[in-house]
């Protein structure tokens, strides 16, 4: 029957966490594999009262036909909140609403990604899109994330040596690092990149979730013209209404638009208007701020944890702000070895391989910590702990 696939389809690999996250079902395993906002925090009444009031209000209106745009007060409103959080001129018109980031990268691969045509991405990456860009069979091109951001000579040696169709990076609090790109690697990585034919996808779904430290300008307010931003509000609202954005240039974003038609011709509008209604009558500032705080507490509670239980030879990220922290085993030993392991143990957290596009028996892991309370926290890493020490002796 393989036959009847596409070649595109057959060349894309399973989603490695959601199978990873079918032997976390089990309510007696501490899991750090997922990658979910915590289910506590989602403003449920608000949401209820804001569907209420569309309903009553706007009634067949809301749950007509839409733009495929996007509605146009939301729009209007991201727009605002760049001009008035980041400093950032986007205008409306330059903005796409679309069902989750994550078709955001599926349209970007449509637009721009022809077969074997070089994707450079920022290595460890976000699966999705690693997953997203593979159905176009580019040539993907590693660059190393450090601890401060990219690898500089990595992406020097990349541009002069291949045409580089776009670049792909999380710069804020990373999935599935946690790291950030610093405002110098980014003003470096912006002169290397500035005046060629690369575009530059700027996903910053983890952005507003900074629980420390300075802002750091956007890769959109150096090279605009060069750049195209995601933004989600999965992260800061309630990902099951899929609704996120994507900020592109004039030049890119009649295409884009085009791309969106054929997939899906609009995103879901009624939850468009929802998601309006609870902006206009709700401080979104304010349930950041909560969740903010939520999440500080238990990066904390597991960064204190690591550094109690782990080997002292484990490397691991502190992030500024985000829900990942990620940890480097000792050169040699398979992460995914130890998570066979703590599998046994009723611990879980996602080995480093599916962040990589062409790397098995990966030494790294990725931890979550934004659902799991602080004492459990403490309770799955000194048993995490205590399998690497077991593992690595």
Known sequence: MDHIFSDRISDVPKSFLREILKTTVNEDVISFAGGLPNRDLFPIQEIKKASIKVLDEFGGDALQYSTSEGYSELRKWISERYASKMGLTVNPDN????????????????????????????????????????????NFLPIPLHFDGLDLEALRFASERYAIKLIYAVPNFQNPSGLSHSDENRDEVARILSGSQTIFVEDDPYGELQFRGEKRRSYYSRIPEQTILLGSFSKIFAPSLRIGWMVAPNRLMEKLIIAKQASDLHTNYFGQRILFQYLTDNNLDLHITKIRAKYSKQKDAMVAAISKYFPKEIRYSDPDGGMFLWAILPEGISSRAVFDLAIEKKVAFVPGDPFYVNRTNANTMRLNFSCVDEETIEIGIRRLGKIISDFIT
């Open 95 to 138: 903005i796409l609403i679309t069902t989750g980031s994550q078709q955001g990268l599926d349209l970007i691969g449509k637009t721009l990604i022809n077969e074997s045509e070089s994707v450079a991405i920022e290595e460890p990456g976000y699966l999705g899109a690693i997953q997203a860009f593979s159905l176009y069979r580019p």
